[in-house]
């Protein structure tokens, strides 16, 4: 039988479950809860399906549309939209994962805790990745005898919509019923970053992709390393008794 131990979460009423090394087949597309997606092959195989695809389609708007959708969203959308940038602000994500972390270990709430630290690092995770990505366009930039164009010099993952991208999806994990309101808030902020003239449309969805690998990345590594499901990853959905 697998074991779990049940916490309170946020004081709410919730139970946060801790399920260690729950039985599954690495083909399933449904996982038990708390299980990584990426602990799965099917769900690797999709993850690696949807990267491999999403390159030709960056090509695409980096040669023929990013230049007319820049002038396009800078004429069509309202003000208010670039505010909406906010919402991808790299260091207000790591600085509230980390605020949660430090307060609930002051309180003894590690469940919440770990909570915060998830954040905080998926987040951490994009950003990485998404550095690491442009670090590599930007060394295939150098070998290119063209190097010198101006094509070359947006062609680097935007860090606000990794950053949205990661908390949206540390969020979705836990909180699933949010998933709507999520994603309109990364799109919001590929939206506002296009623009404003940060980034073009190519970068803004390469940096969203980005988050979204990096927070599928840590809690996997968790996984792998641990034999344990994260307790933040679980969805905190069963009222206490």
Do not use: K
């Not at 307060?103 to 994009?126: E, I, K, P």
């Not at 101006?150 to 540390?170: E, G, K, S, V």
Request: aromatic share 10%; with cysteine; charged share 10%.
């Amino acid at each position: 039988m697998v074991r779990a131990r049940s916490q309170a979460a946020l004081g709410l009423g919730y139970r946060v479950h801790v399920t260690q090394a729950p039985a599954f087949h690495v083909m399933d597309r449904r996982l038990p809860q708390g299980v990584p997606l990426l602990a799965s092959w099917w769900w690797r195989a999709v993850v690696a399906g949807v990267t491999v695809g999403l390159v030709p389609l960056l090509v695409v708007l980096w040669a023929f549309i990013d230049m007319p959708a820049h002038r396009l969203l800078d004429w069509m959308w309202p003000g208010w939209l670039v505010g909406a940038r906010a919402l991808g602000s790299p260091v207000a994500w790591l600085a509230g994962g980390g605020a949660i972390f430090l307060v609930s270990a002051a309180l003894r709430r590690r469940d919440v805790g770990r909570w915060g630290f998830l954040l905080a690092a998926n987040v951490a995770s994009g950003l990485a990745l998404a550095w690491v990505c442009g670090a590599g366009i930007g060394l295939l930039a150098s070998l290119d005898a063209r190097s010198g164009s101006p094509a070359w010099l947006h062609l680097w993952p935007d860090a606000r919509c990794a950053a949205a991208a990661a908390a949206a999806m540390t969020l979705w994990i836990r909180v699933p019923s949010m998933g709507r309101v999520l994603l309109a808030m990364v799109a919001l902020v590929v939206l506002g970053e296009s623009a404003v003239r940060t980034a073009f449309l190519s970068d803004a969805l390469a940096g969203a992709w980005c988050g979204t690998l990096g927070a599928m990345a840590v809690p996997w590594a968790w996984w792998s390393l641990r034999n344990e499901s994260y307790p933040a990853i679980t969805p905190a959905a069963a009222p206490a008794p």
